[in-house]
């Protein structure tokens, strides 16, 4: 199940993190989110185990995905997209019409999720992130619309790398 994280979560969400990142948000990063308005804040939780965990933040109608991670040893089951999926979903119904991220360009796990659901390539950050450092990918995903949010279509993106290195 996807709910939104509460403060007894946080020492289990900084785990997945660390395991997820090699620059995780600390404990205190995560706690000053929860009292927020727009946040959105989740975590997915199995049999009691929290695997993973998403954060989406909105500015006006604006809203971008800040963090979405699972946990290395229950990736490959859905859970991310589960993840990604719900936090649209809630981003949408607080007015949210186009949504943003940034992601490294080597992660092709993460890439292809968002392809999937729709996000198109619109820039790039350079020199954005560190150990080690690399640019930023900018995705954008609209949701306005009838169908502007439908999973895209399956065609080759010729501004995407096609091949799959770890992250
Ligand atoms: C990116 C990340 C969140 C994806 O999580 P995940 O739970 O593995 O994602 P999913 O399971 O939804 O999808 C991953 C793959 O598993 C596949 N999959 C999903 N369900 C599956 C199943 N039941 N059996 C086999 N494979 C499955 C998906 O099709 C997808 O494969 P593909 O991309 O080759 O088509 C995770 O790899 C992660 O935490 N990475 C580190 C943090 C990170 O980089 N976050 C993003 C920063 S921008």
Do not use: C, K
């Not at 939780?45 to 809203?63: A, S």
């Not at 859970?79 to 999926?85: A, D, K, Q, T, V």
């Not at 092709?108 to 392809?115: G, M, S, V």
């Amino acid at each position: 199940m996807i709910r939104p994280a509460r403060a007894e979560d946080l020492p289990r969400i900084a785990e997945v993190e660390a395991a997820a990142f090699s620059t995780p948000w600390s404990v205190h990063s995560f706690r000053a989110l929860l009292p927020l308005d727009r946040v959105v804040f989740r975590v997915l939780e199995v049999e009691g185990v929290i695997l993973g965990h998403g954060v989406l933040w909105q500015v006006g109608d604006e809203g971008e995905v800040a963090n979405i991670a699972v946990h290395p040893l229950a990736r490959r089951r859905g859970f991310g997209s589960r993840l990604l999926e719900h936090l649209l979903s809630e981003a949408r119904a607080a007015g949210v019409t186009r949504v943003f991220l940034d992601v490294r360009p080597s992660n092709l796990d993460a890439i292809r999720i968002y392809r999937r659901r729709g996000f198109r390539p619109v820039g790039r950050r350079t020199d954005y992130y560190r150990d080690p450092v690399e640019d930023a990918l900018v995705l954008r995903l609209d949701l306005e619309g009838p169908d502007a949010d439908a999973p895209a279509p399956t065609d080759p993106d010729p501004h995407l790398p096609s091949s799959n290195p770890p992250i």
